[in-house]
């Protein structure tokens, strides 16, 4: 960061770069009328300069952004953090920012991170002038000048942004890991695929605010995407989304709310030591027996499934081949549809693909105690067993 003096510039403007506060999970959109010229545009940071004539000039314009939504939302960067907010206009040349979910990364010295969040709460007005925006803070205590990023690139989602809560009473320890991901959704015949993670270590506890990148040339319009989350200490999973949260496809937005379940923690057996239940769908099941036959398992990986709510799918593995279908739940009632899969012919292991699918097909009847499944068929006997495995 450069400092030099400088004169007093006489045009105004505004900046709201602001900091996380436990309510910014509830914000609501402040406006749906957003001010001429700032909806669907995206700036970077030129200089900062204050009321005494200081002025401060970034490292790198690209570290510190702000984007501008036509639905009253506002992505930003600064520095080592991202966020995202709202914002709406009363009045010619003003600016009004709602509160920011930032992430909690400590950004290096020199930085501007810890300026810009202390001084939000000061700016009141905006200007537009020679293609560059002026954002200015009250009571004459400076001027923000940003410059268009990627010319007059408007604010394309280019991240998905969201918090992730729990409602235990429970403070999370200092070696705890949040981690965040963008997965697409599988569709029959087409594995489910991981699009972009986000691991913040020590996040801190919750509201946990996120920002996940990722590379919009791998969204597709006729595709289905969700955001999963968990906490882990020392790797094993303490808290984890329950459901799936779908997001940027199908008229979704890209803001998530992610509400985390309770997880407990495998003992030094392997075993689970509580009555915490997994949930049947979004969930890795594998198989472990065949009725009162444990399963043998010789092929390249044990037989499993899993059902996507999003879209009420199933895929997994028979062990050998791919398998992928629909499914119908009604309560504790499950009804599979025809499963397709690959062709694949393994030296091992087909009996036991075999056997797997046929019970599936059976299936009519579902249980779940702790992490262990049991499917039943028509008259109640026990079909399979399955294990929830974390992902």
């Excluded at 997994?278 to 969930?283: D, I, K, M, S, V």
């Excluded at 879209?311 to 549809?337: E, M, Q, W």
């Amino acid at each position: 960061m450069n400092i030099r003096p400088a004169g007093r510039m006489t045009f105004t403007g505004l900046i709201c770069l602001g900091v996380f506060s436990a309510q910014s999970a509830s914000a609501q959109v402040l406006s749906r009328n957003p001010a001429p010229g700032l909806a669907a545009t995206s700036w970077q940071l030129v200089e900062f300069e204050g009321g005494d004539g200081r002025r401060l000039i970034p490292d790198d314009r690209s570290k510190y952004t702000v984007a501008f939504g036509t639905d009253g939302r506002v992505s930003v960067r600064i520095d080592c953090n991202r966020g995202s907010g709202t914002w709406r206009s009363a009045g010619t040349s003003q600016l009004t920012f709602g509160p920011l979910a930032l992430t909690k990364m400590l950004c290096p010295r020199g930085s501007l991170h810890d300026q810009i969040v202390r001084q939000w709460p000061y700016v009141r007005t905006y200007t537009l002038r020679n293609g560059h925006l002026f954002l200015s803070l009250m009571a004459d205590g400076g001027i923000y000048e940003f410059e268009p990023l990627n010319g007059t690139s408007a604010p394309q989602a280019r991240s998905v942004t969201g918090t992730a809560f729990y409602r235990e009473r429970i403070a999370l320890p200092a070696n705890a890991v949040f981690e965040v991901s963008l997965e697409e959704v599988a569709t029959r015949g087409a594995p489910a695929g991981l699009i972009a993670r986000v691991r913040n270590e020590q996040p801190g506890n919750p509201p946990i605010p996120f920002v996940i990148a990722y590379d919009p040339g791998r969204i597709s319009p006729n595709r289905s995407y969700v955001v999963r989350a968990r906490i882990l200490v020392e790797e094993q999973q303490w808290f984890a989304t329950g459901q799936t949260y779908p997001v940027l496809t199908g008229g979704r937005g890209s803001d998530v709310q992610l509400l985390l379940q309770r997880r407990i923690n495998q003992g030094p057996t392997g075993r689970v030591p509580g009555a915490i239940i997994a949930p049947f769908e979004n969930t890795y099941w594998r198989l472990t027996d065949l009725g009162s036959t444990p399963a043998r398992i010789v092929a390249q990986r044990a037989p499993n499934f899993t059902l996507h709510s999003a879209n009420k799918t199933v895929t997994g593995s028979g062990g050998c081949n791919r398998i992928s279908g629909t499914y119908l739940l009604r309560g504790d009632r499950i009804t599979f549809g025809r499963f397709t899969s690959t062709m694949m012919a393994c030296s091992a292991g087909m009996d036991i693909e075999r056997a797997y699918l046929n019970a599936l097909a059976r299936s009519v009847q579902w249980r779940i105690a702790g992490q262990r499944l049991e499917l039943l068929d028509s008259r109640g006997v026990r079909v399979a067993g399955f294990d929830a495995v974390t992902m």
